[in-house]
Structure formats: C-alpha cells, structure tokens
C-alpha cells in the first residue's frame, strides 16, 4: 500500500505497473490522485485491516474454544458409553490426558491449519502482486522458496514424531501422577515417595526433554527467516547497484516489497512445522476416538422400572482371555432375600457382581431380571435400580446431602431433603451427620475426611 504513496511524486514513466493500477483505479472512480487522498486511503485500509484482525482473532477464538468444549463434552459422553472391559485395560493417565492435555493440543494443531492456510492466501496474493512488478524476481523468490522447503521436510517430519512421544510421555506422567494422589495415604505412611517419585521423575524429564526438542525445532525455520531474507535482499541489491549500475533510491521500493514478500512465503514453513509440531496431538485424539467407537458397549431396548421377581444365571461360563472363572453356573436370588456369597480370594464374586451389573458379558449362558433376558435390556435402566456399596467409598468433595442425592435436590427443603434423611436413617447415618457442625450440608473431601 506504500508504494502508490512512495510514488506520488516521481513521473508517469517511472511509475512502476501497480502504481499506475492504484492510480487508474482511483481515478476511475473519481478520486482525484494527490498525497492527501493516498494517505487518507491508506488510513481507510488500514482501519479495516484492522478490524479484520480483530474480527478474525475473536471469531478463531470462538471457534478454538467451543470445539474444545464439544469435543470435550463428545469424549465424555464416549467414556460413559464404552465398554466396561476396555476400561480395565486402559491406563487411566491415558483417557485422563485426552481430555485434560490432547484435545486442546489437538484443536491447537487445527488452528494451526487455519493459519497455514491463511499464509497460502498472503503468498497467494503477494505472487500476484509481485508478477506485476516483477516477474523475473518473483520466480527468482519462488524457487528459493521451494529449494528452502524441501530442506525442511526432514524437520517436519522430525517434528511430528517428537509430538506423538509428547503426547505419549503426557500420558504416562499423568497416569502415575493420577495413581500416586489416589494411593497418597498408602505411599505417605509406608514413606514409599522415593521410588514412585523415581518413576514419576524419570517420566517428567522425558515429557521435558520432548517439549523442550519440538520447540527448538520449531524455532529453526521461525529463527532463519530474518538472516535468509537479508541475505537474499543483499543479493539483489548488490544485483541492481552491483551489475545493472541503477542507484539505492529507484530500488528502494522493489527492495522492501520481495523482502515482505519473501519473509511471507519462509513463514509459511515456520507454519507448517509448527503445525507438525501439535499434530501428536490430533493424532492421539483421532485415534482415541476411533478406538472408542469400537468399544461402545452393547445395550438392548427394553427399559426395567422395578424388580420385582428374580434374578437369575443359567449356564453361566465366564473367562477373563484364557483363564476361566465360571463353569456353567446356576443361580437364582429372590426378591427380598439377603444372600452372601463367600468364596476364597480371586473365587470370582467381584466378576459375578459385575455380571449382573451388565459390566461384564459372559461367553455364554444368560442372565434373567425379572424373567428379561439381560441382553435385551437398555442397560442404564438395570444399573438405576441397582445399590452397590463397594469396598472402596465413592465419595464426592460437596455436601453429604450431595454425596446421598447425586445432586438431584434443588432446595434445601420439602420432600426432597425428607428423601435424604430418610435414606441416611435407612442406612444408619443420620444420627452420626447431625453430629458433624453443618448437619447435612457438611462438605467433606474427595476421600470423605
Ligand atoms: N480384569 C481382569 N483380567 C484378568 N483376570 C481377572 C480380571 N479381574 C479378575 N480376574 C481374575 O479372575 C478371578 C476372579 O476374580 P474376582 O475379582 O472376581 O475374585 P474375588 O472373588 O472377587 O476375589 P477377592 O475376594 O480377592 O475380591 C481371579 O483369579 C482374578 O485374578
Ligand atoms: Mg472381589
């Protein structure tokens, strides 16, 4: 835009092709060509790029962050519905760090897109302009451009190997982080630190080094712009003053632009390895998905309200891979009856609780509720009418009227609170929570101190 301005003074001939362009344009639509109108046309185009930029950063950021927000919704969703099987062989650190780390890195490397993309529209445009002015030149800045590109390629690709063993070492640092806060009070009181934290350590420094790496690769072609633009403007330069005897002053202008020019097209590189750089990311995040919607457990149609009967195993065979744990089992447990199933350690009562809970599918043989097959059953409705106290507390960090209602009540009166009591009286509670000073409201912690 600078150059019609530059130019305002020198003579028709002498003009340069885009000048003129700008000029003739100006007039076609009955500007009269003064330096006043060129500058006021240049503050003009300025204040819209600049409300472009603006308009342009809000909206990515919209988008950036209300993708990261339904994805993060969609994973959820994906964790409620798979497989209770393929949750028992995934790491925990690995679905946590989905979640927590790789999806942001993941819509990051999208975004990066959009600015590869956006470069391509510059250099595009640029390419145009630069022809016009000079077509000679413009091949002359493409090719080292490509040339420049090729010898890149390898640090691309360098880039996106260290992005997956960033994800990966995520992973893992988040796993043993997850299992070391979970089993604290064990660690603390056997003062077992030293060696989980030599683990933890050795994962975080990997995690470091990784980091560390991709960004000094990215920084590569982001740091060479500068000095390789230079030097290509000192080449021309010296290729106009040097050998075609023209001076400093009928140059300027032609100089400045193929060194924006240039700076735009090497940037482009730095773009793309950038966007290498958080590809581990959206590769993590793909391939979780996919991996999830093959692992999406199978639910039936029917609904169950009530029990009211039975529930029932006929010729129940179990295995976890080759090791089987139930040989054709029988079984039938009557409403109202209070049953105990006793059986050595590793007998097979956890698994045959998570039979009938649908957690687990038996090979063969069936399970009855009610007289329905429980293959048939939409499953969410079976596991509604289940009680489960397991070994392990399932405590929230909220209020004890929370921790009994699943945050089901809105008020803190009417029959809903009478719900809460009456459930804590069941369970022999209620005298011990009018104990705490906050009754019912008390908030206790995660691991419910
Ligand atoms: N996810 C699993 N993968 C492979 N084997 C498993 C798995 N879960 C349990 N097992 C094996 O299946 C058998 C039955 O395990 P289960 O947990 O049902 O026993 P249990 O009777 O509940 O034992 P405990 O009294 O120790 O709780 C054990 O030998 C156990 O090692
Ligand atoms: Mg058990």
């Known amino acids: ?60 950021s919209y988008i950036r962050f209300s993708l990261i927000k339904d994805i993060r919704i969609d994973f959820c969703n994906k964790y409620k519905g798979m497989k209770y099987s393929y ?47 000079n077509y000679k030149m413009t091949f002359m800045v493409l090719f080292l451009s490509l040339l420049l590109f090729t010898l890149m390629r390898s640090l691309s690709r360098l880039s996106k190997k260290i992005s997956l063993l960033v994800s990966e070492t995520n992973a893992q640092v988040q796993s043993l982080l997850i299992q070391t806060i979970y089993n604290y009070k064990y660690i603390k009181a056997t003062d077992s630190f030293t060696h989980i934290f030599k683990q933890l350590f050795a994962k975080i420094n990997k995690n470091y080094i990784y980091q560390f790496k991709s960004v000094v690769l990215t920084s590569i072609p982001s740091s060479i712009i500068e000095p390789i633009s230079v030097l290509f403007i000192s080449g021309l330069v010296l290729y106009y003053v040097g050998f075609q005897g023209k001076t400093i002053a009928e140059i300027f202008v032609l100089v400045i632009f193929f060194y924006k020019a240039f700076s735009y097209i ?50 129940v065979n179990f295995s976890y891979g080759s090791k089987q744990v139930f040989f054709d089992v029988n079984l039938a447990i009557q409403k109202n009856k209070s049953i105990g ?21 038996p090979q063969s043989g069936k399970i009855f509720i009610d007289g ?35 945050w089901e009540c809105k008020s803190q009166e009417g029959p809903c609170k009478k719900m809460i009591k009456d459930a804590a009286i069941l369970a022999n509670c209620d005298r011990f929570i009018n104990e705490a000073e906050m009754g019912y409201e008390t908030i206790i912690g995660d691991k419910g101190i």
């Open 341 to 361: 199933i006793v059986g050595d350690s590793g007998a097979g009562k956890t698994t045959l609780f998570d039979i009938i809970t649908g957690l687990l599918t």
């Open 1 to 60: 835009m600078l150059l019609p301005v530059l130019n305002v003074d020198k003579a028709a001939s002498d003009q340069g092709q885009y000048t003129k362009t700008i000029y003739n344009f100006l007039e076609s639509i009955g500007i009269n060509v003064s330096l006043f109108s060129l500058i006021i046309l240049l503050l003009i185009a300025f204040l819209f790029k600049g409300a472009f930029v603006f308009l342009q950063k809000t909206l990515a």
């Open 266 to 315: 090497f940037r482009f590189q730095s773009d793309w390895q950038k966007f290498n750089a958080s590809l581990g990311g959206l590769e993590v995040m793909s391939k979780a998905s996919r991996i999830l919607n093959n692992n999406v457990e199978k639910v039936g149609k029917r609904q169950i309200i009530a029990f009211n009967k039975a529930i029932e195993l006929r010729n």
């Open 87 to 133: 949750y028992t062989n995934t790491s925990i650190g690995y679905l946590n760090n989905i979640i927590t780390t790789e999806i942001g890195r993941g819509v990051g490397a999208l975004n990066r897109y959009t600015v590869v993309i956006g470069s391509l529209i510059f250099i595009l445009i640029y390419i145009t302009f630069a022809v016009i002015i």
């Open 372 to 406: 329905i097959d429980c293959s048939k059953l939409e499953l969410s409705s079976l596991r509604n009418i289940i009680g489960y106290v397991t070994q392990e507390p399932v405590i929230f960090n909220d209020t004890i009227a929370n921790n009994i209602s699943f």
